[in-house]
């Protein structure tokens, strides 16, 4: 695992961004894995500003994200599918039907093997972008999903529905299931970055980074990928 640490969260979403828009120039069709949640905004902001100003082209690139609430259809302003078109896709260039964000409505076990073979049929993922939950799931990959996990329907524990409480009006209405990517999905991404920044997310990063292989740390199993890359803030890193 690479791990970069940056002074302050400004330089760290610049550097995530940096290494996304090169991808992109690198090779104009890549896929590009994404995430949603507090920690990649910025970074999608860095990206909205270099393709105002640069002019990155994103027509040819493709998008999956890890994740979408199961029950929340992409209107709804706390869906991921929303959230992505907030933040990134209505910014960019890109064809908005090369954006798949998996549906958490309709026949779902369906949906999770079409997301699985439109990935494939897409040539697999370049670049794959992680947050990580205070507990250490990657996408909604809770502590003890398998580690051969493919897409699937996965019911979120109770910390997380917690944590995400703050997107919504009250705690009842985070959805308690979520579509995700599985953690098998993510480990076949040829690369991988994962940022986090915040001293919340200390003792997960050295759980994930320095401690064994566990079910129990979904990251963890990042330490078997052979293309991993951690941006990290100081209090993040102080840990390790
Ligand atoms: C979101 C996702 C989650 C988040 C994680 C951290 O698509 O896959 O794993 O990355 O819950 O969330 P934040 O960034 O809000 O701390």
């Known amino acids: 695992m690479q791990v970069q640490i940056f002074q302050n969260k400004e330089a760290l979403h610049r550097a995530v961004a940096e290494r996304i828009i090169a991808e992109v120039k690198q090779n104009p069709q890549s896929v590009l894995g994404l ?26 690139v493709r998008t999956f994200n890890l994740d979408e609430y199961v029950g929340l259809p992409g209107s709804h302003p706390q869906s991921y599918r929303y959230f992505m ?7 960019l260039n ?8 998996p549906s958490g409505i ?13 990935i494939k049929r897409q040539g697999g993922i370049d670049l794959q972008l992680l947050g990580i939950g ?16 493919r897409t699937h329907v996965t ?19 985070v959805p308690t299931e979520a579509v995700t990517m599985g ?3 993510i480990m076949e991404a040829r690369q991988i970055v994962l940022l986090a920044y915040g001293s919340k997310k200390a003792a997960t ?11 129990n740390v979904p990251a963890s199993v990042l330490q078997h990928h052979p293309d991993v890359a951690l941006y990290l803030d100081e209090e993040a890193a102080a840990l390790l």
């Open 85 to 91: 078109n907030e933040h990134l896709f209505h910014h």
């Open 205 to 215: 990063i050295r759980d994930a980074v320095r401690r064994p292989v566990t079910e």
């Open 94 to 101: 890109i064809p908005m039907e090369n954006t798949y964000v």
């Open 35 to 60: 995430s949603t949640g507090s920690s990649p905004i910025d970074t999608y902001a860095n990206l909205v500003r270099d393709h105002q100003t640069q002019g990155t082209d994103y027509s040819r």
């Open 155 to 173: 019911r979120l524990l109770q910390e997380t529905i917690t944590a995400n409480a703050r997107f919504f009006s009250t705690v009842e209405e």
């Open 183 to 185: 953690i098998q999905t």
């Open 106 to 118: 309709g026949d779902l076990e369906k949906e999770c093997e079409a997301y699985e073979n439109e």
């Open 134 to 149: 205070t507990n250490g799931h990657i996408g909604f990959n809770e502590p003890g999903t398998p580690l051969d996990s």
